[in-house]
């Protein structure tokens, strides 16, 4: 049984829940998810790969570090442990990933600028490539942020023309698009394979 733990902080985490179950139910393995709130959560749940959802960093930011939750530091220490923790970040996940702003190094060795795409493509769906599923897959950006700079050992993984928009480092994934809310659970069911390799 695999646990993955979701992180509840604010954003769109139900769907990512569905798109969890969908994925296990795909790959045929068996998973529990967690719910994580606080850094005693992530203690007791001890799980083999994390999924960070999208929503607004900045109130991620102030509801994961405030002391009654103590969650971001105690997620940012877990994923730092172990590069090949499996990790999935989306949009205000990838950013946080990229930018902890904790004093200490990136998590997903990439720049990235918040809302990048300009209020007049708030949110808009396009199919993009994945080089980590090996096909197209339904890209859905909500005022979606951009990946500005990679540095090794982070490498593209997913691309939107030529820009990329999903970034790979150990078993870390930071998806500027929101891969729970198409009906494809490709880059879900990756994460779960990749915990079941790992803790094999
Ligand atoms: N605009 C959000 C932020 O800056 C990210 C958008 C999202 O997660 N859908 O945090």
Same mark, same amino acid.
């Given at each position: 049984?695999?646990? !993955?733990?979701?992180?509840? *902080?604010? %954003?769109?985490?139900?769907?990512?829940?569905?798109?969890?179950?969908?994925?296990?139910?795909?790959?045929?393995?068996?998973?529990e998810?967690?719910? +994580?709130?606080?850094?005693?959560?992530?203690?007791?749940?001890? @799980?083999?790969?994390?999924v &960070?959802?999208?929503?607004?960093?900045?109130?991620?930011? *102030?509801?994961? =570090?405030?002391?009654?939750?103590?969650? *971001?530091?105690? +997620?940012?220490?877990?994923?730092?442990?172990?590069?090949?923790?499996?990790? *999935? %970040?989306?949009?205000?996940?990838?950013?946080?990933?990229?930018?902890? $702003?904790? %004093?200490?190094?990136?998590?997903?060795?990439?720049? !990235?600028?918040? =809302?990048?795409? %300009?209020?007049?493509?708030?949110?808009? $769906?396009?199919?993009?490539?994945?080089?980590?599923?090996?096909?197209?897959? @339904?890209?859905?950006?909500?005022?979606a942020?951009?990946?500005? =700079?990679?540095?090794?050992?982070? $490498?593209?993984?997913?691309?939107?023309?030529?820009?990329?928009?999903?970034?790979?480092?150990? =078993?870390?994934?930071?998806?500027?698009?929101?891969?729970?809310?198409?009906?494809?659970?490709? &880059?879900?069911?990756w994460?779960?394979?990749?915990?079941?390799?790992?803790t094999?």
């Open positions: 049984m695999l646990r !993955i733990g979701l992180v509840m *902080l604010q %954003g769109a985490r139900h769907v990512h829940m569905a798109a969890l179950r969908a994925a296990a139910e795909s790959a045929d393995i068996e998973i998810i967690h719910e +994580l709130r606080k850094a005693s959560d992530l203690e007791s749940a001890d @799980p083999h790969a994390l &960070f959802p999208g929503g607004e960093s900045t109130t991620m930011r *102030l509801t994961g =570090n405030d002391p009654a939750s103590g969650l *971001l530091p105690a +997620l940012f220490a877990w994923i730092r442990a172990d590069s090949t923790r499996p990790v *999935l %970040g989306t949009c205000a996940g990838a950013i946080l990933l990229c930018d902890p $702003q904790d %004093g200490g190094d990136p998590l997903v060795a990439a720049e !990235i600028d918040r =809302n990048a795409f %300009g209020r007049q493509v708030d949110s808009f $769906q396009s199919a993009l490539e994945s080089a980590l599923l090996d096909r197209q897959f @339904p890209g859905v950006f909500i005022r942020p951009r990946f500005t =700079n990679l540095s090794a050992p982070a $490498q593209a993984i997913a691309m939107l023309g030529e820009e990329v928009v999903g970034v790979r480092e150990g =078993n870390r994934l930071a998806l500027t698009f929101h891969p729970e809310l198409s009906e494809d659970a490709g &880059f879900h069911e994460l779960l394979r990749t915990a079941k390799e790992v094999a």
